[in-house]
């Protein structure tokens, strides 16, 4: 069963937008936090920002300097991360994550979807 399923990846020039969609399965919409990684071939996996369910509080990796923004529908059978801005650097493959039940830290996230490409030429 897929539990995490993005989409909205693609190709944009520097300075362009794009919003990446997860849908969430309904039996880890309880998740402790969603969030979303990178990772860029040749480097590790790397925190893009997370949403806390208690109180949808985010926090983003340092990178991001205010470009892209995380949020999810109420019902959090969805999450979004608008990403604007972008930057050749920021090619990856984004995928989507869930910690279930730990921490909300970025080593906590147990849950993940098969990921969407994100392209970006200069």
């Known amino acids: 069963q897929v539990q995490l399923e993005e989409s909205g990846g693609g190709s944009t020039q520097a300075g362009g937008s794009l919003r990446l969609s997860c849908q969430v399965a309904?039996?880890?919409?309880?998740?402790?936090?969603l969030g979303w990684f990178r990772q860029i071939p040749g480097k590790e996996r790397e925190g893009v920002a997370r949403?806390?369910?208690?109180?949808?509080?985010?926090s983003y990796g340092d990178f991001v300097k205010g470009r892209f923004t995380i949020s999810r529908t109420k019902d959090k059978s969805t999450v979004y991360l608008d990403m604007a801005n972008l930057k050749p650097e920021d090619t990856a493959m984004y995928y989507c994550a869930a910690d279930r039940d730990a921490w909300c830290r970025w080593s906590d996230f147990d849950v993940w979807g098969q990921g969407t490409q994100v392209t970006v030429s200069s």
């Open positions: 309904e039996d880890i919409r309880g998740s402790l936090c």
């Open positions: 949403i806390h369910r208690a109180d949808s509080s985010t």
